[in-house]
C-alpha cells in the first residue's frame, strides 16, 4: 500500500528557514518522480520542486528557485523539502506526491501525480 507522510511545517518568521520531510511506503523513493507542491489561501495547488527517478533531473517553480532545495534519502526512504529565505508568499500547505511511472522525467503537474500525503501547513508570519 503506497503511502506519503508529511511532517515538519510549522510557524516561521519571513527570512527564516524550515525543512519539510515525507516519509514513504509502499514504494522506493528512488524509483519514481516524487516531489513536493503547495496549496496558498485561495490559489491552486501547484508544482513547487520534483526529483525524478534515478537520474535526479530536478525541477523548481521559479518562485522558488535559489531558495528551495529538494533531497531523498533510500536508506530512509524519504524525501525532504528545505526552504530558505522564506517569504509570507511560501504560506501554504504542502504535499508530497509520486507518480509511479518508470520513465526517467519530471513533470512536476498535479494532475499527473498518482498518489498524495495528507499534507503538512506552513505559516510564514512575523
Known amino acids: 500500500q503506497v503511502q506519503l507522510v508529511e511532517s515538519g511545517g510549522g510557524l516561521v518568521q519571513p527570512g527564516g528557514s524550515l525543512r519539510l520531510s515525507c516519509v514513504v511506503s509502499g514504494f522506493t523513493v528512488d524509483d519514481y518522480e516524487v516531489g513536493w507542491f503547495r496549496r496558498a489561501p485561495g490559489k491552486e495547488r501547484e508544482g513547487v520542486s520534483c526529483?525524478?527517478?534515478?537520474?535526479?533531473?530536478?525541477y523548481y517553480a521559479d518562485s522558488v528557485k535559489g531558495r528551495f532545495t529538494i533531497s531523498r534519502d533510500k536508506a530512509k526512504n524519504a524525501l525532504y523539502l528545505q526552504l530558505n529565505s522564506i517569504t509570507p508568499d511560501d504560506t501554504a500547505v504542502y504535499y508530497c506526491?509520486?507518480?509511479?511511472?518508470?520513465?526517467?522525467?519530471?513533470?512536476?503537474?498535479?494532475?499527473?501525480?498518482?498518489?498524495w500525503g495528507e499534507g503538512t501547513l506552513v505559516t510564514v508570519s512575523s
Open positions: 526529483i525524478s527517478a534515478s537520474d535526479d533531473i530536478t
Open positions: 506526491a509520486t507518480r509511479l511511472t518508470q520513465r526517467i522525467e519530471v513533470i512536476c503537474r498535479p494532475s499527473a501525480m498518482h498518489y
